[in-house]
């Protein structure tokens, strides 16, 4: 009966989701999809940013930890760089959180850096995603463009 219980209350939890979602959420979300896994290369200048983390993410500025993460700052918008994007709520992004396994140590020095990276992109999921686009980082290396 538990179990039924719980499958019944996940099911109804989803259709909520599913029914009061921003159209705009769901189109977005599949606009990223039509990547495919495929890696982009962005080139940008990348800073280091602290943002508010749990447990409240900003809402107890005084008790919630704070988290800093690489950020990539594009020169064009999303959709000039990935045409797939254009139209889609993503297009208009001009900053993407990067997903690095360890911060490079040519990039642990203050920034901002000149930075040419390669990736997939995929939309935020998390609260300690801190821009609606991340990249998962395959190959990261600095730009002699400044």
């Not at 009966?1 to 209350?9: D, E, F, G, W």
């Not at 982009?40 to 988290?67: A, C």
């Not at 990067?98 to 935020?124: K, T």
Request: with cysteine.
């Amino acid at each position: 009966m538990a179990t039924c219980r719980k499958t019944l209350t996940a099911i109804f939890a989803v259709s909520f989701l599913a029914a009061f979602a921003p159209a705009s959420a769901i189109e977005g979300d599949s606009a990223l999809e039509l990547l495919d896994g495929h890696t982009v290369r962005l080139v940008g200048h990348m800073e280091t940013r602290t943002f508010f983390g749990p447990p409240g993410y900003g809402e107890n500025p005084g008790s919630d930890s704070r988290e800093t993460v690489p950020i990539l700052f594009l020169e064009n918008t999303l959709a000039e760089v990935v045409p797939q994007l254009a139209g889609t709520r993503f297009g208009d992004e001009i900053t993407v959180h990067l997903i690095l396994n360890e911060m490079p140590p040519m990039l642990q020095q203050d920034g901002p850096h000149c930075v040419a990276l390669s990736g997939v992109l995929v939309p935020r999921l998390t609260g300690h995603h801190h821009t609606a686009v991340l990249i998962d980082v395959e190959e990261l290396q600095r730009c002699t463009k400044q």
